[in-house]
């Protein structure tokens, strides 16, 4: 059974860091592009970073371009979404997505919630004085 479990989530204050996991099990991690995806109270989901199955290729939406660093580490089955200078404009349920249909053509991660087929339950991120 596919699963995705995100941890590392919690309340930090402005200007802190957080650092996201995102662990597979039943399946391998490396056939798979990664996203990162959030969604705050009253609001849509959307897409935050992503990264290709080889990690060649990422994708960060401007408002943490700069800020936030994902990382895959395949041997661990595992991908990492390093948050810094976190803002609380940040505060939402991040939540990691694996797709493998779009990887397995070769196809560099996408931005797009649609895109991705399995998604973990998500990790509450609050940053707040």
């Known amino acids: 059974q596919v699963q995705l479990v995100e941890s590392g989530g919690g309340s930090v204050q402005p200007g802190g860091s957080l650092r996201l996991s995102c662990a597979a099990s039943g399946f391998s991690l490396d056939a798979f592009n990664i996203g990162w995806f959030r969604q705050a109270p009253g609001k849509e989901r959307e897409g935050v970073s992503c990264?290709?199955?080889?990690?060649?290729?990422?994708y960060y939406a401007e408002s943490v371009k700069g800020r936030f660093i994902i990382s895959r580490d395949n041997a661990k089955n595992t991908v990492y979404l390093q948050m810094n200078g976190l803002k609380p404009e940040d505060t939402a349920i991040y939540y990691c997505s694996a797709d493998y249909r779009f990887a397995l053509s070769g196809a560099r991660a996408s931005r797009f919630l649609s895109d991705y087929e399995y998604w973990g339950q998500g990790t509450q991120v609050t940053v707040s004085s």
């Open positions: 990264i290709s199955t080889s990690g060649d290729s990422t």
